[in-house]
């Protein structure tokens, strides 16, 4: 593994991933930094005069989640290292830094930007500077397993293909937006409280979403940037935000469009060049999200469930649950 470059600034290793299991008990980790805990997750802490780390990660199949929150009392240089070479999607959530990928030269990771990375098993760098914090969020997936998702599912068979250099760098030319839908996914995550098998299924398929909605963005990037007018990116994020909180509505658009005062073609073109995502595709995930929550949060019946996301045969909601969780609706009812 190739050794850092040598700096003036305190070194400090980041795991981007790893085999180690010399985990953090729970009970070792500050209470100020309780709240952040997945209960899903494994947990390495670090903390000494220069900085406080807490690092989470969670297996969940081809996926490796991972989330690092990163509170630098002095500045420091950060060593990003995997074990192995690996694909990954990387989303700057909060703060940002120059990352020296090796070999390749400085690479901005700025606040609200996702990337997706090909890192082989050396020693990068990312410095951080005095009373900075940071929130990064990726998923990792093995170069092989990356194909395997995209024969699988058709909507990442470009990112499947894409070709991967010798070294480490980008897989794009330039670093894609956080949307809001995507924020959505990473605030799901994080607020996530289940355990075993209902946690693996429902962050798994949270991940997934994420690729699909970064791989959605890549196939768009050679076109021209789109831009709309106040009134429309208001309408946008109402969009939404109506969607969410109204998730036992049958999906709409005339209605939506009407309750915005917008056009509804319009509005539906924006959505997608925004976000995206369709608008049916957004409905039927902040469905199965809301029908996922109250699977394992209560004893609603199956009927119950699908007439809280406008579905009224049970049936037919437990087969469109399955399919979308690859699951059965039974395990993850009996795993309360």
Not at 191 to 205: G, H, N, Q, S, V
Not at 318 to 331: P, R, V
Request: one cysteine or more.
């Amino acid at each position: 593994m190739a050794k850092p470059k040598k700096t003036n600034l305190p070194e400090k290793i980041l795991k981007i991933e790893t085999d180690d299991t010399n985990f953090t008990p729970v009970e070792m980790i500050p209470e100020e930094y309780q709240h952040l805990i997945i209960p899903a997750a494994k947990v390495f802490y670090t903390h000494d005069y220069d900085f406080d780390m807490v690092c989470q990660c969670i297996r969940l199949g081809v996926f490796s989640l991972w989330m690092h929150e990163i509170f630098a009392m002095e500045a420091i240089n950060l060593l990003p290292v995997t074990c192995r070479e690996i694909v990954v999607l990387h989303f700057m959530a909060h703060g940002g830094t120059k990352a020296e990928i090796a070999q390749n030269g400085t690479y901005p990771l700025n606040g609200k930007e996702v990337n997706l990375f090909k890192l082989n098993s050396l020693f990068h760098e990312a410095p951080m500077k005095r009373g900075d914090e940071m929130f990064s969020f990726h998923i990792n997936v093995l170069p092989q397993d990356l194909a395997a998702l995209g024969e699988k599912h058709p909507e990442l068979a470009q990112l499947a293909k894409k070709e991967l250099m010798p070294g480490s760098g980008a897989l794009q030319d330039r670093p894609y937006k956080i949307n809001l839908v995507c924020n959505y996914l990473i605030k799901a995550i994080n607020e996530c409280k289940y355990i075993e098998m209902p946690a693996d299924k429902f962050l798994y398929r949270c991940c997934l979403d994420l690729f699909i909605n970064f791989a959605n963005q890549d196939k768009i990037a050679h076109l021209p940037n789109i831009y709309y007018s106040d009134e429309m990116e208001y309408a946008l994020k109402e969009t939404v935000e109506y969607m969410i909180e109204n998730v036992e509505e049958e999906f709409n658009l005339a209605k939506i469009a009407y309750h915005l005062d917008v056009n509804a073609q319009e509005l539906r073109t924006a959505f997608e060049n925004t976000y995206q995502i369709t608008l049916e595709a957004f409905d039927l995930q902040r469905k199965m999200i809301h029908a996922f929550q109250l699977t394992v949060g209560t004893k609603s019946t199956p009927l119950q469930i699908a007439k809280s996301i406008a579905m009224k045969d049970s049936t037919k909601f437990i087969n469109l649950f399955e399919s979308y969780f690859d699951c059965s609706f039974i395990a993850v009812r009996n795993a309360q």
